[in-house]
């Protein structure tokens, strides 16, 4: 770092708005982080109770048809949230040209995700319970969307608190509904029904909070506000907002195809049983992975895509001690879960759930890789590499496709977590040998002291 990035300025006044930028940081991330918690209780609770009150039969096929729904969410918003941040982030007030045409692509993808949805449910009508179960949760795939665009509106706005309720809300919708099933003794139909409502009410509140962006009078955050805001350039031409888009839904496929393809697989070609045993530790790693989401996509995303262009030594900072901090961070709740998890799982769900224990101690071991190779691979999307990352992870995620038609055959659920935590050791290895090489490669690493000098003082160009 340069005597320059280091000199103290002579307003007394300027290292306390530092001081308490440092503190609205932590606040942010902390309002972030207990939003998580709350989704990752409110998520365990809905499979606890749904596996206590449907048969395992019935909790395979309402599991199975929610993991491919998921599976749908990247397809229906089209990478528009993080096109969102990345023109923004790169823009400020000017990339407002590109909102009008990114909701309209996003709104074809999902009517069209959501067609192909209700003809899956056709499909199964030789079977009339899974039929209307895939239908009701076609829902699911329009709140997915909402929900991926408000995330993005609420981190330019800079309104980490609104995000962390937005988060919430939706679980716990889903918790009321499981509770009302398991208090009534209804079935898995009715499970269905009630997310179906919950996702249409989540749409409602979505548009709500957006209107002031899509109207293009939201302030961002971190982006001078004009007294008279500017009139809104020609709009963007479509094609631009696809190709643009494009490599981050990539993305988003690969990672979603890691955390639910393995139910699906489990549901169509074992059995709904193996589905349900598959689907609860893949819900606990699915929890535990929220964390490195919230720090990278979920806060530091946009100030990345910001620090790329104009402050070298964040992204140094963000590569060395981020990086090695998420891999430690990763073998801590590792070992957390497995130790602690594991056994908790058949108590919690029934003995005929005392396979998952295993199961999830094998997933276990994916979990430092994931830390670190979010934390790497943030740098890839904010430094002018996405193209590279994205294929990366196809590169991983055809290591997990062949991994998981190998394993599955031979062993079962244990072969889907096995090829679970290979392609995540590869995925790491590839993005930190990138980043390495492309990113920092010749760079002379800060110290310690120059990351508690940059948070004590010298952080004028990293806000």
């Known amino acids: 770092m340069s005597p320059s990035a280091v000199e103290l300025p002579a307003d007394p006044a ?12 932590l606040v942010h991330l902390g309002m972030l982080g207990l939003s998580q918690v709350g989704v990752t209780v409110a998520a365990f609770a809905t499979q606890i109770l749904l596996a206590r009150s449907l048969s395992q039969a019935a909790f395979g096929t309402f599991t199975t048809a929610l993991a491919l729904i998921s599976l749908t969410a990247p397809l229906a918003v089209f990478g528009v949230s993080e096109l969102w941040l990345q023109q923004f982030g790169q823009r400020g007030a000017e990339a407002y040209r590109w909102v009008r045409p990114s909701v309209r692509v996003v709104t074809a993808c999902s009517a069209l995700i ?20 895939r239908v009701l949760l076609a829902a699911v795939v329009v709140a997915q969307a909402a ?47 009630g997310y179906a409502v919950v996702a249409l009410l989540t749409v409602v509140a979505c548009l709500v909070v957006m209107r002031p962006f899509l109207r293009g009078v939201m302030p961002l955050e971190g982006h001078a506000r004009a007294a008279v805001p500017p009139p809104p350039g020609r709009p963007v031409a479509v094609r631009d907002v696809l190709g643009g888009a494009l490599p981050f839904v990539l993305g988003n496929v690969f990672y979603l ?4 393809f393995g139910t699906v697989v489990a549901g169509e070609f074992l059995s709904p ?12 790693l699915a929890a535990v992975y929220l964390v490195p989401r919230v720090v990278y996509q979920q806060y530091f995303l946009a100030k990345l895509h910001r620090w790329a262009g104009s402050d070298r030594d964040a992204i140094l900072l963000a590569y060395r001690y981020g990086g090695a901090g998420m891999v430690l961070l990763g073998a801590v709740v590792a070992a957390l879960v497995a130790v602690a998890a594991g056994p908790v799982l058949p108590v919690l769900l029934g003995a005929e759930y005392a396979e998952s224990s295993a199961v999830l101690a094998v997933l276990a071991l994916a979990i430092p890789f ?17 193209r590279r990352k994205v294929a990366y992870q196809g590169v ?10 190998v394993a599955t055959p031979v062993w079962g659920i244990m072969g889907a977590a096995t090829a679970t935590v290979i392609a995540e050791v590869a995925l790491c290895c590839l993005f930190w040998v990138a980043v390495r090489r492309r990113v920092v490669a010749g760079a002379t690493l800060p110290s310690w002291r120059d990351v508690r000098r940059r948070l004590t003082g010298e952080e004028s160009r990293a806000s």
Do not use: I, K
């Open 14 to 25: 300027v290292p306390s708005r530092r001081g308490n930028r440092l503190v609205a940081m």
């Open 273 to 284: 049983e193996a589905a349900a045993l598959l689907s609860v530790p893949m819900s606990v």
């Open 147 to 193: 929900l991926g665009l408000v995330a993005s509106v609420q981190q330019l706005r800079g309104d980490y608190r609104g995000l962390s309720a937005l988060q919430f809300a939706p679980h716990l919708g889903r918790v009321l509904v499981v509770l009302a099933v398991w208090a009534a003794g209804l079935g898995v139909v009715a499970a269905a029904a």
């Open 370 to 386: 994931r830390f670190g190779g979010a934390a790497v691979a943030s740098l890839l999307t904010s430094g002018g590499l996405l």
């Open 257 to 260: 195809l890691g955390m639910y």
């Open 396 to 405: 991983g995620a055809a290591v997990y496709l062949a991994a998981l038609a």
């Open 114 to 133: 959501v067609a192909a949805v209700l003809l899956w449910g056709f499909a199964a009508l030789p079977d009339p319970r899974a039929a209307t179960v």
